[in-house]
C-alpha cells in the first residue's frame, strides 16, 4: 500500500449489496480507486519495452492498476509525445521513432522530470490521445514520483498555458488530465489539497479564453456537493453525493462515450439505487459499441453488475441467458447465487 494512503475506517455496506473485501476496498475507494495505479518492483519476470509496446499497439483493454516501474516509466514517456505513425498503409502503420526511443530509454522517471512531460502532453498535439491512456499517463507520474509533484505540474499548465491559441482538439484532452487530476488530488496531504484548491479555483474565475480550461470539470470537483448544470458521468465521479450521481447517470448518452458506465465507482457510490439505471442502459450502450471491442466492453458491463443480491439483477441475468455474447457470462453469475 503507497505510504500516503492513510488508513480510512471502513463504512458498514448496505444490506442490499454484496460485503466489501476488508477494511482496505472502503479506504482505497475514498481515495479514487479504480482512478489509481500501482508500480510494482522490476523483478525481471516482465521484459518492459515489449510490454509497454504491446499498451500501445494490442488494441483496446480494461485498464490495468499493477504495472512494474519500468513499464510505467516508459509508457509515461512515450505517452507525452507522438505515440504512433497514422496512415493508410498498414506497412506504414506502427509506434513512431520517437516513441521506439522512449520505450528502450530504461532511466526512472525523477520527480523534476514530471513538469515537462506533463506540459509536453497539455500543449502539443500527439497521436494516439483517449482517456484510457491519459490517466493511466498521469497516475503512472503518480504511482512513480507522489501525487503532489504531478497534481502542481498539471496547474503549473492551466496558469500559465502555452502562447497561442491552442487546437480544438486538445480539449478532450485537457477534459481527461482534469478528470485524473481530481483523483490525483484525493491523494494530497489536506494542507496540500487545500493549496491546491485556492489555485483551482482562480483559474476557473479567471484563466486562460483561448487555452481550453475544463472549467465544467474542475467546478464538478471542487464542489462535489453541487455538480455545475451539465455534469455528466465523468462529472460525479468524485463525489460521494448519491443523488447527484444517479442524475449524472441518468444524463449518460452512451454515444458520447459508452464506458462511462462501467466505471467500478458509480456500482461502490450508487449501489443498489442505481441497478435500475443500469439496466435500462444496456440496448443503448450495446448499439454503441465498436464491434472489435464489443464482447470485452459487454462483458465488463456485466461483471459490474452481477455482484448484487438484487432480485431486479437475477431477474435480469435470466432474460441475459440467450444473448449471444454475455449469454454465458450470466449463467456464470446465475450459478453463484
Same mark, same amino acid.
Given at each position: 500500500?503507497?505510504?500516503?494512503?492513510?488508513?480510512?475506517?471502513?463504512?458498514?455496506?448496505?444490506?442490499?449489496?454484496?460485503?466489501?473485501?476488508?477494511?482496505?476496498?472502503?479506504?482505497?475507494?475514498?481515495?479514487?480507486?479504480?482512478?489509481?495505479?500501482?508500480?510494482?518492483?522490476?523483478?525481471?519476470?516482465?521484459?518492459?519495452?515489449?510490454?509497454?509496446?504491446?499498451?500501445?499497439?494490442?488494441?483496446?483493454?480494461?485498464?490495468?492498476?499493477?504495472?512494474?516501474?519500468?513499464?510505467?516509466?516508459?509508457?509515461?514517456?512515450?505517452?507525452?509525445?507522438?505515440?504512433?505513425?497514422?496512415?493508410?498503409?498498414? $506497412?506504414? =502503420?506502427? &509506434? +513512431?521513432?520517437?516513441?521506439?526511443? %522512449?520505450?528502450?530509454?530504461?532511466?526512472?522517471? !525523477? @520527480?523534476? *522530470?514530471?513538469?515537462?512531460?506533463?506540459?509536453?502532453?497539455?500543449?502539443?498535439?500527439?497521436?494516439? $490521445?483517449? =482517456?484510457? &491512456? +491519459?490517466?493511466?499517463?498521469?497516475? %503512472?507520474?503518480?504511482?512513480?514520483?507522489?501525487? !503532489? @509533484?504531478? *497534481?502542481?505540474?498539471?496547474?503549473?499548465?492551466?496558469?500559465?498555458?502555452?502562447?497561442?491559441?491552442?487546437?480544438?482538439?486538445?480539449?478532450?484532452?485537457?477534459?481527461?488530465? %482534469?478528470?485524473?487530476?481530481?483523483?490525483?488530488?484525493?491523494?494530497?496531504?489536506?494542507?496540500?489539497?487545500?493549496?491546491?484548491?485556492?489555485?483551482?479555483?482562480?483559474?476557473?474565475?479567471?484563466?486562460?479564453?483561448?487555452?481550453?480550461?475544463?472549467?465544467?470539470?474542475?467546478?464538478?470537483?471542487?464542489?462535489?456537493?453541487?455538480?455545475?448544470?451539465?455534469?455528466?458521468?465523468?462529472?460525479?465521479?468524485?463525489?460521494?453525493?448519491?443523488?447527484?450521481?444517479?442524475?449524472?447517470?441518468?444524463?449518460?448518452?452512451?454515444?458520447?462515450?459508452?464506458?462511462?458506465?462501467?466505471?467500478?465507482?458509480?456500482?461502490?457510490?450508487?449501489?443498489?439505487?442505481?441497478?435500475?439505471?443500469?439496466?435500462?442502459?444496456?440496448?443503448?450502450?450495446?448499439?454503441?459499441?465498436?464491434?472489435?471491442?464489443?464482447?470485452?466492453?459487454?462483458?465488463?458491463?456485466?461483471?459490474?453488475?452481477?455482484?448484487?443480491?438484487?432480485?431486479?439483477?437475477?431477474?435480469?441475468?435470466?432474460?441475459?441467458?440467450?444473448?449471444?455474447?454475455?449469454?454465458?457470462?450470466?449463467?456464470?453469475?446465475?450459478?453463484?447465487?
Amino acid at each position: 500500500m503507497p505510504p500516503w494512503l492513510r488508513p480510512v475506517p471502513a463504512v458498514k455496506p448496505r444490506t442490499s449489496e454484496p460485503p466489501l473485501v476488508g477494511d482496505a476496498l472502503p479506504a482505497l475507494f475514498r481515495v479514487g480507486f479504480p482512478h489509481i495505479r500501482f508500480a510494482a518492483d522490476d523483478d525481471g519476470t516482465i521484459d518492459p519495452a515489449p510490454a509497454t509496446a504491446e499498451i500501445f499497439t494490442g488494441g483496446w483493454m480494461l485498464p490495468q492498476l499493477l504495472r512494474p516501474r519500468g513499464v510505467w516509466a516508459r509508457l509515461a514517456r512515450a505517452y507525452a509525445g507522438n505515440v504512433l505513425t497514422l496512415s493508410s498503409d498498414p $506497412r506504414r =502503420r506502427g &509506434l +513512431t521513432p520517437e516513441a521506439k526511443q %522512449a520505450i528502450a530509454d530504461p532511466r526512472p522517471i !525523477e @520527480p523534476e *522530470a514530471v513538469p515537462g512531460l506533463v506540459r509536453r502532453l497539455m500543449t502539443e498535439p500527439g497521436t494516439l $490521445r483517449n =482517456r484510457e &491512456l +491519459t490517466e493511466d499517463f498521469v497516475y %503512472a507520474l503518480e504511482a512513480l514520483c507522489g501525487p !503532489e @509533484p504531478v *497534481a502542481g505540474a498539471i496547474v503549473d499548465v492551466l496558469e500559465s498555458p502555452p502562447p497561442g491559441t491552442a487546437l480544438p482538439q486538445m480539449k478532450p484532452l485537457v477534459d481527461d488530465v %482534469a478528470l485524473a487530476l481530481g483523483f490525483v488530488r484525493l491523494r494530497l496531504t489536506p494542507a496540500k489539497q487545500k493549496a491546491l484548491d485556492a489555485r483551482l479555483r482562480a483559474v476557473v474565475a479567471s484563466g486562460s479564453k483561448r487555452y481550453p480550461i475544463p472549467r465544467l470539470r474542475l467546478t464538478a470537483f471542487l464542489d462535489t456537493a453541487h455538480p455545475p448544470r451539465g455534469a455528466v458521468v465523468p462529472d460525479v465521479l468524485h463525489t460521494t453525493d448519491v443523488p447527484a450521481i444517479l442524475a449524472g447517470m441518468k444524463a449518460f448518452r452512451p454515444d458520447a462515450y459508452p464506458l462511462d458506465l462501467l466505471d467500478p465507482r458509480l456500482v461502490f457510490l450508487a449501489g443498489a439505487d442505481a441497478i435500475p439505471l443500469y439496466l435500462e442502459k444496456l440496448p443503448a450502450y450495446e448499439r454503441c459499441l465498436h464491434p472489435n471491442v464489443a464482447p470485452v466492453q459487454l462483458r465488463a458491463f456485466v461483471d459490474a453488475i452481477a455482484p448484487f443480491r438484487d432480485p431486479r439483477v437475477t431477474a435480469w441475468l435470466q432474460a441475459l441467458e440467450a444473448h449471444a455474447i454475455v449469454g454465458t457470462d450470466a449463467k456464470a453469475w446465475l450459478a453463484t447465487r
